[in-house]
């Protein structure tokens, strides 16, 4: 089902547009919520064509040209609406339609791809992440163009279908048709507010570097008694090695780690300890026993200043109910380095492969893969566009923006930078405690729609900034 025109309404206002279109605007997210386009499956490539197209209608439908580009991988969604001339701004709108898998399944209490509202949030794979979040800034611009047929500055929207695997794509797109995006500034919903109620802009996101280490030792499982003690043992060399990237300190260990980043001044600082944060909440959030992490910095220093290096995944030997004796022929980890302002992923990759050549025990093979980075970001949200960002939030939410920052990675923002010289704008609708990523990922229906809300009086703001 593709989305449906809106509803034809009398009144003038954009909220009252919006107020009349709201049941419309949740149904039509929920069809983009039914398409699996998870794009880590190939068995799903057709479904991740299907969110894009499918995307590309709603586009049109809102008043704007679509094209859906084909590249090597998924394909990536641009649509242009240039109603407002050469002279004024042009704002570029970036979101992601793939989505992580949903797996495992039998942890979900409503099935992954059948979008359900429970206690006020909707419940379903991508709500959030981020779906429901491109979705909103859809809704925001057809407000505009169907109230009042245009927009006070030239919008284009690009959305991808790899952003859940790296962005292979992307960079390259992006430098290519540096002319089609060129903008003054990029706008992205993929991030969670501070708190409840409380609208919030980012000022830094973390890079990242991500690896896959097999270990091999005996070239068959092996008995344990008739064999252990004397083979080297691939499980027992991957904990070892494991083992070596931190201290008891909580720092990471390999060499030259953390040569390139940058200290947070005091001001940085003193601006986090400002935020209402509070320690206790914020486990209960975790269900984690207790907190830990690098000695000698705050929990929302070691998420959004510093860098780590984390176990994602781990595979060996036998995991089925009772026991087995036997001696695993092989081992894996999935390990990913969060990165910070100036660690760069090509780098951490060097120090990585040469921290575990070093530390690996004699007996075994050794092998370190990077699967994918991404560069770390980080800015002092000012100027015209975020003064109008502040302003529109205000309005939607009663309250002041807070300027945070994140730990996650969005690595698309540093190339948006670097290739179209403009700012990146990031103004998250999500929550804490949303299971991106997780079982029962969801979205608040209020955020969906203040959200919204938020991004059709960002327009409304830019055209106020631009009067003298
Ligand atoms: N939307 C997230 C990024 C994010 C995560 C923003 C948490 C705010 C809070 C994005 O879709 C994502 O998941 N990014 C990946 C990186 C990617 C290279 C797989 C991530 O952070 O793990
Ligand atoms: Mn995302
Ligand atoms: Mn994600």
């Known amino acids: 089902m593709t989305p449906t025109k809106p509803t034809e309404t009398n009144a003038q206002g954009l909220d009252a547009y919006l107020d009349a279109n709201a049941s419309r605007n949740q149904d039509e997210l929920f069809d983009f919520l039914r398409i699996p386009s998870v794009s880590a499956r190939s068995e799903h490539n057709a479904d991740t064509a299907r969110a894009a197209e499918w995307l590309a209608e709603s ?4 008043g704007m040209e679509a094209k859906v580009h084909r590249t090597e991988g998924h394909p990536i969604v641009v649509a242009e609406w240039r109603g407002a001339g050469k002279g004024a701004p042009t704002v570029l709108v970036y979101g992601h339609y793939d989505v992580q898998p949903a797996e495992p399944l039998e942890l979900w209490e409503s099935p992954a ?3 359900t509202i429970r206690d006020g949030r909707i419940y379903a794979r ?19 163009l169907a109230t009042r047929g245009t927009l006070p500055c030239n919008v284009v929207v690009v959305a991808e279908g790899e952003e859940e695997v790296g962005s292979e794509h992307l960079p390259g797109f992006v430098e290519e048709h540096k002319g089609l995006l060129a903008a003054d500034v990029v706008v992205i919903s993929d991030s969670a507010m501070f708190a409840p109620g409380s609208p919030s802009i980012l000022s830094s996101l973390r890079g990242l570097a991500y690896f896959e280490i097999n270990v091999t030792g005996p070239a068959v499982d092996l008995h344990s008694g008739s064999y252990g003690g004397a083979v080297v043992n691939p499980a027992m060399a991957l904990a070892r090695i494991l083992a070596t990237l931190h201290d008891a300190d909580g720092r990471v260990t390999i060499p030259g780690f953390y040569d390139r980043v940058r200290e947070w001044t005091s001001v940085e600082r003193d601006a986090v300890k400002r935020l209402p944060f509070e320690e206790a909440h914020f486990r209960e959030e975790t269900g984690a026993t207790a907190l830990g992490g690098e000695k000698g910095y705050t929990v929302l220093e070691r998420l959004w200043a510093r860098p780590t290096c984390e176990v994602n995944g781990l595979l060996s030997g036998y995991t089925g109910e009772g026991a087995k004796t036997v001696l695993p022929s092989k081992a894996m980890a999935k390990v990913s380095c969060r990165l910070v302002p100036d660690q760069e992923p090509a780098e951490i990759e060097r120090l990585m492969k040469a921290h575990v050549e070093r530390v690996a025990p004699a007996g075994v093979v050794v092998d370190v893969k990077h699967l994918h980075g991404g560069r770390p970001w ?3 949200p000012s100027g015209r566009f975020v003064d109008a960002a502040r302003r529109a939030l205000a309005r939607a939410y009663d309250k002041e923006a807070v300027i945070v920052g ?6 698309i923002v540093g190339d948006f930078e670097r290739i179209l010289g403009a700012p990146v704008l990031l103004i998250g609708f999500g929550l804490p405690g949303e299971n991106a ?3 029962n990922e969801w979205m608040s229906v209020e955020n969906f729609h203040k959200g919204t809300q938020a991004i059709t009086a960002f327009y ?7 009067t003298p």
Request: charged letters at 25%; aromatic letters at 4%; proline letters at 7%.
């Open 113 to 115: 791809f059948e979008p």
């Open 437 to 439: 990523h997780a079982p």
């Open 406 to 411: 994140e730990g996650g990675s969005i690595p």
């Open 460 to 466: 409304e703001e830019i055209a106020r900034s631009a």
């Open 378 to 380: 980080r800015n002092e």
């Open 126 to 144: 991508g709500s959030v992440d981020d779906k429901g979040q491109l979705y909103l800034h859809v809704k925001a611009i057809q407000a505009h």
């Open 59 to 62: 586009l049109r439908t809102a």
